[in-house]
């Protein structure tokens, strides 16, 4: 598949990124029309990664969640920030005074069970790390190293997973880590900004991070016998799990991924419901507080169980794609989670391109065609569609991340399913190509570069053109930024190779319809001037003051060519078509950072110490 | 007319299952690409010609015909309404040539040519345009009449919107004031099925006001209608498919039943209680902050023998957001219950929200206090919710404390005068005095915010003894914040036992943030100044502060020197021309031989602001002006041309015989001096 091909030569997606490249301009490009039809996937084989890999091999994995948000810039010196650790305890244990243990492989074999029960109750003793960071240093010690002789236990013996260790281990598990999560240190509502706040780490960690360890090695065990298990991680296990993916602590969130993961491939009975409880977590970030930190590895999580989804998609899946993985684009910290969440997206579309039964109507966008109305029953269309719904009209960076996730899927639409959408599609790329602000013109007219996407242009060329065309024609020449212009003229080159004739017409068209305009303005005054005496007619109109004079509506654009014939605008596209470098920029890092705040190194540091359980999910086969 | 299609509709299409706007077209499976040729509205006869039939593929589809086919009703409704609605719900953004109706006024019938009008609008591209044309509405309807706003237009909204939120919105808020434009109370149900469209989308600041309109409309409801329409409506959405539906039907519950039969209240009932024990969250918590309004019109039996027993379970909900909410509801409930039940039924659980393990409901216990302290009364407050207090007071999250410590003056004020100052110094003082050093400046500053106003409850041995040394420890704390929280209450000590006492720990206070490296701690407290200037008096001001304030009109943030100027002119207000003209005027009018521009333009912004005599403004103003007038510095020169007419203005005024110089005549000019304020950025460049 084009496709896939693409994604192997491109440089592991950075998680910030905003512009991807325009890739179909490179060679693999040619074979996309033929190949365009989306083959039934493989299913992706769970495959051992190399741990230290970077890379991502191929999109059979949902991209793995930036641990650190911020670039160390090295910047203006650190200034030591007051407490960056947090950790909301309530209760402390009484008694913290611990007994070194005699280690487990020096005892005799039938000793060990008990011995390893009496490790993991010793182990639920919880130290105070924040109010006073030394106190009882010895007995943390005690249980920092009964911790790590345990993880070792586990991971290197045979048959060590007792039944007697099940509810040992899950309520050592419960006791540390399921707690009420501190207040967040950063600020909440529409002053957070997940870019540049730094996160609050985890004070505990030391001791957070082994109980995490030995719990991920319990559940992976050779030995692990998820029924038995079952009777102890059961759904409140669950619910309490996802709390804690509002931590602020990006390595405790690896963790958690991980482990959900793990629970989510080894206990069937529980899938449904976790979906579910993950759903809610979404509906609330969406409609209610918009602030929870770990949308992004929630994500993760969901595409490989959607690579795993079998076919035909369930209704319920169906439902999700619509209700929650397309409003979460609505949300103003999309750039957060964007790329989880485009993989999921695209990951549905790759599944199953088009459906037999329609999906529920969720999405009409006011300005939608019948067409558009039609084509619901196809998901590509109803994720256009969604796109289009909730495209963003002030938020610039988001627009281009929109950009981005909209080439991905038409990288994979039917060309049947194109022709449905293409109208509002197209009516949405001509506002962005006109966009005042050059990194979204620039983004949008990179599509031309796309040969795939020229294909299903020049396909329907008569009806793509006519809406396209004024648009470019206007910015040839109004664009600020000189760089658009270039694009531009490469653009209506094309247009032209691709229809002589249509190219004409649309010219000559967009003339009559420029005087047509101001003319049409005054109609509308009219118009309403007559509804108004109509109105005034009715006895009741005094009791219903009418609504203070609108604002009249000004068209933006100032002078356009409109005394150019079309033989000078062939020429000048002639001429100014820049041809457009096939390597176009490399992935430009279009993030900043917004202030000079001083970082705090420790923070940046701690989470680069951190080593992640596994670079890549893999996918959650579903039962059937 | 044929049979108003909200009805026909309404009947045939809730099987109780979800419903969206556009329901009707999706269900259509056979619904196709844009059609051609007859089946649209074509070949129907038109009666409304907005515009001639287009010649382009879309021309079946035109709001004309749309208009016509309604306004007809000659076809058979069942036939032809789906494929209408498609048409109008399809309506693409006129992309060919010819959109506007404009040539309708042609044909004779004029009565539905709003809505083809309308129609024809929200097929506009332009958001704006759409929105605009929502907007007026209410002219559209007055300019159909009651029974056509009724049998077109409503059937038209209920079934076509499909738009931007933004458009929704917009409707949603029209229609809550729509029941005199389809003909008064009687016939407000007819504004149902497009408001409980909207209260069903997905986003909430629609569906909020959508519900806000229906509460509205309520209210305009026969009782025979409210029962035989609204109620339905409740109960659909309360048993929608989708939570959306269902939270938007909590907030209905209260206005409704009121006016119910019994056995209909018993039903709603039912499904309000069932909605608090839904399995979504989001249910849950909408349920949770309506409780306390429910209660309130249900009748006392059913409050004790149905609400608590609800409030109980969502005050133990597994989310910590639900039992937050909780709280708020038990201010309600405690309001209608004896002291008996109330001790008996919902203390032990607002005992157990106060030590709830989730932070979040501690700080709601905390955020709510006085409203909860009212709710139950002296005696439980006595026994049971001061020793709640105290615990939040120390609780271990620094935001519970925060939240705790900015009720404790309402806490104190609201005590029963009797045996109040034993308990607040026996049982509240100290643990105020601990949150003192807290460790937490938002704790310090929630406290500095509300600490003085104890003052005056305790009167002035307590406040002398026990409350000030408290006072100057703050004022010397390290966080700005809580000394400026100090300053600015100084007003209600004053009351009590004078400012003196303070006024030598006040100075240092006011010294450092004065000259705080944050420039708006400076501004901050330049802002308190003319306050403290009428406390502390004139002589301490120009002994102690006067120096201050002139030191401030060299600072280099702009937004300093801006507020020194109105400062000083706060201050001539209140100690008079005469104190302005000995010590102010003086210094600034030096300040014009300095060499920094800046500086010299502030001279012309404070002379703009202060109001001086006739004598001062003459001899000594004007050489300074006309100097500056000369400067070489374009920007100095143009305000001072513009001070220069300030002044002539004024003097003129002073020159007429009316004598009441005193009077701010301030010539509008308070803000306009600063027409072109300039960053601090800005100052950089030239200054160096």
């Given at each position: 598949m084009p496709y896939k091909l693409k994604k192997e030569k491109e440089p592991p997606k950075l998680a910030k990124g905003t512009a991807k490249p325009s890739s179909s301009g490179k060679d693999g490009g040619g074979e996309s029309t033929e190949e365009a039809q989306p083959q039934p996937q493989p299913q992706p084989q769970p495959q051992p990664q190399p741990p230290s890999s970077n890379k991502?091999?191929?999109?059979?994995?949902?991209?793995?969640?930036?641990?650190?948000?911020?670039?160390?810039?090295?910047?203006?010196?650190?200034?030591?920030?007051?407490?960056?650790?947090?950790?909301?305890?309530?209760?402390?244990?009484?008694?913290?005074?611990?007994?070194?243990?005699?280690?487990?492989?020096?005892?005799?074999?039938?000793?060990?069970?008990?011995?390893?029960?009496?490790?993991?109750?010793?182990?639920?003793?919880?130290?105070?790390?924040?109010?006073?960071?030394?106190?009882?240093?010895?007995?943390?010690?005690?249980k920092r190293a009964g911790l790590n002789e345990m993880v070792e236990y586990i991971t290197h013996s045979r048959d060590v997973v007792t039944e007697a260790i099940y509810p040992e281990a899950v309520t050592m598990f419960s006791v540390n880590l399921f707690r009420t999560l501190p207040p967040s240190s950063n600020p909440t509502g529409a002053e957070f900004d997940p870019e540049e706040d730094e996160p609050t780490l985890e004070a505990a960690w030391p001791h957070l991070q082994l109980v995490y360890e030995f719990f991920l090695r319990f559940l992976e065990s050779p030995d692990f016998q998820p029924n038995i298990a079952k009777k102890y991680i059961d759904?409140?296990?669950?619910?309490?799990?996802?709390?804690?993916?509002?931590?602020?602590?990006?390595?405790?969130?690896?963790?958690?991924?991980?482990?959900?993961?793990?629970?989510?491939?080894?206990?069937?009975?529980?899938?449904?419901?976790?979906?579910?409880?993950?759903?809610?977590?979404?509906?609330?970030?969406?409609?209610?507080?918009?602030?929870?930190?770990?949308?992004?590895?929630?994500?993760?999580?969901?595409?490989?169980?959607?690579?795993?989804?079998a076919l035909p998609l369930k209704e319920e899946h169906k439902m999700f794609l619509i209700r929650v993985l397309l409003p979460l684009h609505k949300v103003k910290s999309l750039s957060v989670y964007h790329p989880q969440l485009a993989y999921c997206v695209v990951q549905f579309l790759e599944k199953e391109s088009s459906l037999t039964e329609p999906v529920l109507p969720l999405l009409c966008p006011g300005s939608t065609s019948l067409a558009v109305l039609a084509i619901l029953h196809l998901v590509g269309g109803a994720v256009i569609v969604g796109l289009l719904k909730f495209w963003p009209k002030t938020h610039s960076p988001k627009e281009v991340m929109f950009l981005n996730e909209l080439e991905e899927i038409l990288d994979v639409i039917e060309p049947s399913e194109f022709s449905k959408v293409m109208e509002p599609l197209f009516r949405q790329l001509a506002k962005c190509v006109s966009s005042p602000h050059f990194q979204v013109a620039e983004r949008a007219l990179y599509y031309w570069n796309n040969e795939y996407i020229m294909s299903l242009i020049s396909d329907n060329a008569a009806r793509v053109l006519p809406i396209m065309f004024p648009a470019l024609y206007r910015n040839s020449k109004s664009h600020w930024n000189k760089t658009i212009h270039g694009l531009i003229y490469n653009a209506l080159k094309l247009f032209m190779e691709m229809n002589q004739k249509l190219f004409d017409d649309c010219t000559q068209q967009y003339k009559a319809e420029k005087q047509k305009g101001r003319f049409?303005?005054?109609?509308?005054?009219?118009?309403?001037?007559?509804?108004?005496?109509?109105?005034?007619?009715?006895?009741?109109?005094?009791?219903?003051?009418?609504?203070?004079?609108?604002?009249?509506?000004?068209?933006?654009?100032?002078?356009?060519?409109t005394a150019e014939d079309i033989q000078l605008l062939k020429r000048t596209v002639e001429t100014e078509a820049v041809q457009m470098l096939k390597d176009i920029k490399k992935e430009k890092v279009l993030l900043r950072r917004k202030s000079e705040l001083p970082q705090d190194v420790y923070t940046i540091k701690a989470l680069e110490a951190h080593k992640r359980a596994e670079e890549f999910l893999t996918a959650s086969q579903e039962a059937l | 007319m044929n049979l108003c299609p909200c009805f026909f509709r309404l009947k045939k299409g809730h099987g109780g299952s979800f419903r969206f706007l556009s329901q009707p077209i999706f269900w259509i499976s056979d619904l196709q690409l844009p059609r051609r040729g007859p089946g649209g509205g074509r070949h129907q006869p038109i009666r409304v010609s907005v515009h001639p039939p287009r010649r382009n593929r879309t021309s079946g589809l035109s709001p004309a015909s749309l208009g016509?086919?309604?306004?007809?009703?000659?076809?058979?409704?069942?036939?032809?309404?789906?494929?209408?609605?498609?048409?109008?719900?399809?309506?693409?953004?006129?992309?060919?040539?010819?959109?506007?109706?404009?040539?309708?006024?042609?044909?004779?019938?004029?009565?539905?040519?709003?809505?083809?009008?309308?129609?024809?609008?929200?097929?506009?591209?332009?958001?704006?345009?759409?929105?605009?044309?929502?907007?007026?509405?209410?002219?559209?309807a007055l300019a159909l009449g009651v029974e056509r706003t009724r049998t077109e237009l409503l059937p038209f909204l209920t079934d076509t919107i499909y738009d931007e939120d933004e458009v929704l919105l917009a409707l949603a808020e029209q229609l809550g004031n729509f029941t005199g434009l389809v003909g008064g109370p009687d016939f407000a149900h007819c504004l149902l099925p497009p408001l409980e469209s909207l209260a069903t989308v997905e986003e909430t600041v629609v569906r909020d006001k959508a519900v806000e309109?229906?509460?509205?409309?309520?209210?305009?409801?026969?009782?025979?209608?409210?029962?035989?329409?609204?109620?339905?409506?409740?109960?659909?959405?309360?048993?929608?498919?989708?939570?959306?539906s269902r939270t938007s039907a909590c907030g209905l519950f209260s206005v409704c039943y009121p006016r119910a039969s019994n056995a209909v209240k018993a039903e709603i009932r039912q499904h309000f209680r069932s909605l608090c024990s839904d399995d979504?969250?989001?249910?849950?918590?909408?349920?949770?902050?309506?409780?306390?309004?429910?209660?309130?019109?249900?009748?006392?039996?059913?409050?004790?023998?149905?609400?608590?027993?609800?409030?109980?379970?969502?005050?133990?909900?597994?989310?910590?957001?639900?039992?937050?909410?909780?709280?708020?509801?038990?201010?309600?409930?405690?309001?209608?219950?004896?002291?008996?039940?109330?001790?008996?039924?919902?203390?032990?659980?607002?005992?157990?929200?106060?030590?709830?393990?989730?932070?979040?409901?501690?700080?709601?216990?905390?955020?709510?206090?006085s409203e909860l302290q009212k709710a139950v009364g002296p005696k439980i407050t006595q026994n049971d919710l001061i020793p709640a207090f105290q615990n939040l007071l120390k609780d271990c999250e620094a935001e519970v404390r925060a939240a705790a410590a900015h009720k404790v003056k309402e806490l104190c004020e609201n005590?029963?005068?009797?045996?109040?100052?034993?308990?607040?110094?026996?049982?509240?003082?100290?643990?105020?005095?601990?949150?003192?050093?807290?460790?937490?400046?938002?704790?310090?500053?929630?406290?500095?915010?509300?600490?003085?106003?104890?003052?005056?409850?305790?009167?002035?041995?307590?406040?002398?003894?026990?409350?000030?040394?408290?006072?100057?420890?703050?004022?010397?704390?390290e966080c700005p914040e809580v000394r400026l929280n100090i300053i600015s209450n100084l007003d209600c000590v004053n009351e009590v036992i004078g400012i003196r006492q303070l006024s030598q720990s006040l100075l240092p206070a006011i010294v450092e943030l004065a000259e705080d490296a944050k420039w708006r701690v400076r501004l901050a407290i330049i802002e308190y100044m003319p306050l403290l200037a009428g406390q502390l008096g004139v002589e301490f001001f120009d002994e102690k502060l006067n120096s201050l304030c002139m030191a401030w009109l060299v600072d280099h943030v702009y937004a300093i020197r801006e507020a020194a100027t109105n400062n000083l002119m706060k201050l001539v207000q209140k100690f008079g021309t005469e104190w302005a003209q000995?010590?102010?005027?003086?210094?600034?009018?030096?300040?014009?031989?300095?060499?920094?521009?800046?500086?010299?333009?502030?001279?012309?912004?404070?002379?703009?602001?202060?109001?001086?005599?006739?004598?001062?403004?003459?001899?000594?103003?004007?050489?300074?002006?006309?100097?500056?007038?000369?400067?070489?510095?374009?920007?100095?020169?143009?305000?001072?041309?513009?001070?220069?007419?300030?002044?002539?203005?004024?003097?003129?005024?002073?020159?007429?015989?009316?004598?009441?110089?005193?009077?701010?005549s301030a010539p509008g000019a308070d803000k306009n001096h600063f027409l072109r304020p300039r960053g601090p950025g800005e100052d950089a460049g030239k200054e160096c």
């Open positions: 991502r091999p191929s999109n059979s994995t949902p991209p793995p969640t930036q641990l650190s948000k911020i670039k160390y810039s090295g910047g203006p010196q650190i200034v030591k920030k007051e407490r960056r650790q947090s950790s909301s305890r309530f209760n402390l244990s009484k008694n913290r005074e611990l007994q070194k243990l005699p280690a487990l492989k020096d005892s005799p074999t039938q000793e060990r069970e008990e011995l390893f029960i009496q490790k993991l109750r010793q182990c639920c003793v919880l130290f105070d790390f924040v109010s006073d960071p030394l106190s009882d240093l010895k007995f943390k010690e005690v759904q409140k296990f669950v619910l309490a799990l996802l709390d804690l993916f509002d931590s602020e602590d990006p390595r405790e969130r690896d963790f958690l991924k991980t482990i959900l993961h793990r629970i989510y491939g080894k206990f069937l009975g529980l899938r449904a419901y976790i979906r579910r409880q993950i759903n809610h977590i979404f509906y609330r970030f969406i409609y209610e507080t918009e602030h929870h930190n770990g949308i992004a590895e929630l994500l993760e999580i969901l595409g490989s169980i959607i690579n795993g989804f049409r303005m005054k109609e509308r005054e009219e118009m309403w001037q007559k509804i108004e005496e109509l109105a005034r007619l009715n006895p009741q109109y005094p009791m219903f003051r009418a609504p203070p004079p609108l604002p009249p509506v000004y068209s933006m654009e100032t002078e356009t060519p | 016509a086919g309604r306004g007809l009703g000659a076809k058979p409704a069942a036939a032809t309404s789906r494929s209408r609605k498609n048409m109008a719900g399809a309506a693409g953004p006129g992309t060919g040539p010819g959109t506007g109706p404009g040539a309708a006024g042609g044909d004779g019938d004029d009565s539905l040519y709003p809505i083809a009008v309308l129609i024809d609008e929200l097929r506009n591209e332009d958001v704006q345009l759409r929105l605009n044309s929502i907007k007026k509405l209410s002219t559209i309109s229906l509460r509205q409309i309520s209210q305009e409801h026969t009782s025979v209608a409210l029962e035989a329409h609204f109620v339905p409506l409740v109960k659909r959405l309360a048993s929608g498919d989708w939570f959306t979504t969250p989001m249910v849950r918590r909408a349920a949770a902050s309506k409780l306390g309004e429910f209660a309130k019109v249900l009748e006392l039996d059913s409050v004790k023998s149905e609400i608590v027993p609800l409030f109980t379970n969502l005050a133990s909900d597994e989310q910590d957001s639900v039992r937050l909410l909780a709280v708020e509801a038990c201010v309600s409930i405690a309001q209608l219950l004896s002291q008996e039940d109330l001790e008996a039924l919902v203390m032990p659980i607002l005992r157990q929200a106060a030590e709830d393990k989730s932070w979040r409901v501690r700080y709601m216990v905390a955020d709510k206090f005590l029963p005068i009797e045996g109040r100052e034993t308990i607040i110094m026996n049982q509240i003082l100290p643990y105020i005095k601990e949150l003192v050093s807290d460790t937490n400046q938002h704790v310090k500053s929630a406290l500095a915010s509300v600490i003085m106003g104890l003052s005056t409850i305790l009167g002035k041995e307590n406040t002398i003894e026990h409350l000030l040394p408290l006072f100057l420890a703050q004022l010397k704390d000995n010590t102010i005027v003086p210094k600034v009018l030096v300040m014009a031989n300095d060499p920094n521009y800046l500086h010299r333009m502030t001279t012309l912004f404070c002379i703009n602001t202060i109001l001086l005599d006739f004598s001062a403004l003459q001899e000594e103003v004007k050489p300074v002006l006309q100097k500056l007038g000369q400067d070489e510095d374009m920007d100095v020169k143009y305000f001072a041309q513009e001070a220069m007419s300030v002044v002539a203005q004024r003097l003129r005024k002073l020159d007429l015989p009316v004598k009441d110089s005193d009077e701010p």
